[in-house]
């Protein structure tokens, strides 16, 4: 099939998909005119960019499990714990035996926690040896790391992947 005959039938097939008005002789005329019509030469199509994520200029990555975040940014969040809630959802999660083991993170696709390296469904289990195995934890160590300048994440993917994540505040 040539170019120009490819073009009658997307015409043909575009008007049956979008129900078009009239009989089937002038719909045919229509294809048969785009198909002789030498002097519009078919142009290739485009490639469709993936859209642009939003970055945050504060959020920078420097190895595939260690990132800087800009102090501004951390104290925006430790200032915040609703804030800082907004980014994930967590929920607790229990191991094998019914004990709790950290929390499991629902994450806002491509917002900062992602662009941070936390995964959905990411369970985190420990931040700097802090164990998160109940809420008062998660608050007590909130309040012990929220001016830290290092934190080491223990966290395990959803493929049963243990990983240490680290973060630099600056």
Same mark, same amino acid.
């Given at each position: ?25 002038s ?20 490639a ?27 104290d ?25 083991? @950290?929390?499991? /993170?629902r994450?806002e696709?491509?917002? *900062? #926690?992602?662009?941070?390296? +936390? &995964?959905?469904? =990411? !369970?985190?289990?420990?931040?700097? @040896?802090?164990? /998160? ?5 998660v *608050? #007590?160590?909130?309040?012990? +790391? &929220?001016?830290? =300048? !290092? ?20």
């Amino acid at each position: 099939m040539r170019q120009r005959d490819g073009a009658g039938v997307l015409v043909v097939l575009s008007w049956a998909l979008l129900g078009a008005s009239g009989d089937t002789e002038s719909i045919l005329e229509a294809a048969e005119t785009v198909v002789q019509d030498e002097s519009a030469p078919m142009e290739p199509l485009e490639a469709k960019e993936e859209p642009e994520h939003p970055r945050h200029q504060g959020i920078l990555q420097l190895s595939d499990r260690q990132w800087r975040i800009s102090e501004s940014l951390r104290d925006v969040y430790a200032k915040d714990i609703e804030k800082l809630q907004s980014l994930a959802r967590p929920r607790i999660h229990r191991d094998d035996s019914g004990e709790i083991d @950290g929390y499991l /993170l629902r994450l806002e696709r491509y917002g *900062l #926690a992602h662009q941070a390296g +936390l &995964r959905n469904g =990411d !369970v985190v289990h420990a931040v700097n @040896g802090h164990t /998160l195995g109940s809420w008062p934890s998660v *608050l #007590a160590a909130y309040q012990k +790391l &929220r001016r830290e =300048d !290092v934190l080491r994440v223990q966290l395990t993917r959803r493929n049963g992947k243990r990983l240490k994540l680290i973060y630099q505040i600056q």
